[in-house]
C-alpha cells in the first residue's frame, strides 16, 4: 500500500470551504485514494474515494491531480460538527492477493473555528 | 438499521486476565477487520478476516487472538500476553473485493488496571 502524507493540522473559519491535501507519490495504478474522518472517540466514518477522476457527493469533493500522485478533499462550507481528524490512504480493493486492509497514517487534524 | 456493533463501550479488566470484545455486523459483508488506536495515534490492523473460518494477521497481532465462525461475528481476545492492552478497539467490515467502503463500530475503550 502506498504511503501518504498530510498536514498534522489545519485550521478553518465556519462557512468557508476546508482543503486537506494529500500526498501519495508512490501510489500505484489499482491503489484508489479514500478518505475518513474520526470525530473525538468515536469510530472513522468514510467520507469519499476515487481513483483517477475527480469525485463529488452529498459530504464532499474529492481532486485527484492528473498524474495521481496528490490529491485534495474540499469541505465545501465547514461547520463546526466537521471538527476532526481527516486520514487520507491509498489502498488497493480486496481480492487478487490484496488484503483490502486500510493503513492509517496520522491524519490531519482539522479544526473548524467560529 | 443495518450496521455494525461493538460491545461494551468501556471495559475494564485486571492485569493478567483476558478478555474477549464483541464485534457484530447486519451488512452481509465478507471481510471485518479490528484496529487498535492509542492516543493521538492512527490506526493500527491486529487481525483480519476475508471469509468465515479463515483469519490473517495484521500488523501487532501478538497477544491477540480471534475467531470467525460466523460471518456477522469477529471477536477479539485481548490475552494476558499483550504487554500494553490498555487502548482503544475499533472493529470494521466491508464487501470483500470491491472497492468500497468499510463501516467502523463505535469502539470499545478497554482499561488494563
Known amino acids: 500500500d502506498a504511503k501518504t502524507t498530510q498536514p498534522p493540522s489545519m485550521d478553518c473559519a465556519e462557512g468557508r470551504a476546508a482543503n486537506l491535501p494529500c500526498n501519495h507519490s508512490?501510489?500505484?495504478?489499482?491503489?484508489?485514494v479514500y478518505w475518513y474522518r474520526q470525530i473525538h472517540s468515536q469510530g472513522p466514518q468514510y467520507i469519499i474515494h476515487g481513483l483517477k477522476n475527480n469525485e463529488t457527493n452529498e459530504m464532499a469533493s474529492l481532486i485527484i491531480t492528473e498524474d495521481r500522485k496528490s490529491s485534495t478533499l474540499i469541505l465545501p462550507h465547514a461547520t463546526l460538527r466537521d471538527t476532526a481528524v481527516y486520514y487520507c490512504i491509498a489502498s488497493p480493493p480486496g481480492g487478487s492477493g490484496n488484503t483490502g486492509k486500510l493503513i492509517f497514517g496520522q491524519g490531519t487534524t482539522l479544526q473548524v473555528k467560529p | 438499521d443495518g450496521g455494525i456493533t461493538q460491545s461494551p463501550k468501556y471495559l475494564f479488566r485486571k492485569e493478567g486476565q483476558n478478555v474477549t470484545l464483541s464485534c457484530e455486523q447486519n451488512?452481509?459483508?465478507?471481510?471485518m477487520y479490528w484496529y487498535r488506536q492509542d492516543p493521538g495515534q492512527g490506526l493500527r490492523l491486529i487481525y483480519y478476516s476475508q471469509i468465515v473460518n479463515d483469519f490473517q494477521k495484521g500488523d501487532i497481532a501478538e497477544g491477540y487472538s480471534v475467531s470467525r465462525e460466523k460471518k456477522e461475528s469477529f471477536p477479539l481476545t485481548v490475552t494476558s500476553a499483550q504487554k500494553n492492552p490498555t487502548a482503544f478497539y475499533l472493529c470494521?467490515?466491508?464487501?470483500?473485493?470491491?472497492?468500497?467502503?468499510?463501516?467502523f463500530g463505535q469502539g470499545t475503550r478497554l482499561t488494563v488496571v
Open positions: 508512490t501510489i500505484s495504478g489499482n491503489e484508489y
Open positions: 451488512l452481509n459483508h465478507d471481510a
Open positions: 470494521a467490515s466491508s464487501i470483500w473485493g470491491l472497492n468500497t467502503e468499510a463501516f
